[in-house]
């Protein structure tokens, strides 16, 4: 039961690790030009004053949130996968 479980996390992680692969991709191929001009757009419509640069800033920084995001979660289920294949041992 416990080996089957394993198993199964360890596709998960396989999977999870191409799917965010894919995601991180398409962030980064992307133009960021119309992520800026809906920063800018949304600023002014809620009578905000900000700066072309404020909203490049801010995309980068999501960007490197979400990169942060997945690694993060990619250790949490590498730990869980290695230690739920352990478990008999113990």
């Known amino acids: 039961m416990v080996s089957s479980f ?3 996390l360890a596709i998960h992680l396989g999977f999870s690790i191409l799917s965010g692969i894919f995601v991180i991709y ?3 191929t992307r133009h960021t ?6 920063c800018l757009a949304h600023a002014q419509s ?3 004053s900000i700066s ?3 909203c490049r800033k801010g995309v980068t920084t999501l960007k490197g949130a979400l990169i942060g995001v997945y690694v993060i979660g990619w250790l949490i289920q ?3 996968s290695f230690n739920s294949s352990h478990y008999p041992s113990y």
């Open 78 to 80: 590498l730990c869980m």
């Open 46 to 48: 809620q009578g905000v």
């Open 6 to 8: 394993a198993s199964i």
């Open 26 to 28: 398409a962030m980064f």
């Open 33 to 38: 030009e119309p992520a800026v001009r809906n």
């Open 52 to 54: 072309e640069e404020d």
